[in-house]
């Protein structure tokens, strides 16, 4: 039986704003290991599944697509994100001490 991950991504470090991030992805775990290849060096595997990323609206969605297809998957919850807010003049009030 095949595994899967199913989670929401989060951004990366070259991303400012939050839009996208609210799709869920679901990933094939390796079936076998990656190894060199001895000519040229690149790093390659047999498995073609490594490379299929499928996108989905919902949580929901994903799991039922797993299922469908007889998958066994790991949902992985996202993390909730704490957002401080920030004001400019906070840098200048008597109680802003530098770390």
Known sequence: MTECRIYQPTKNAMQSGRANMNKWVLEYEPAEARRADPLMGWIGSGDT???????????????????????????????????????????????????
């Open 49 to 99: 599944n490594a490379q299929v990323r499928l996108k989905f609206d919902n949580k929901e969605d994903a799991i039922s697509f797993a299922s469908r297809k007889g998958l066994a998957y790991l949902v992985q919850a996202p993390k909730k994100r704490i957002i401080q807010p920030k004001n400019y003049s906070e840098n200048y009030s008597s109680k802003f001490r530098f770390p």
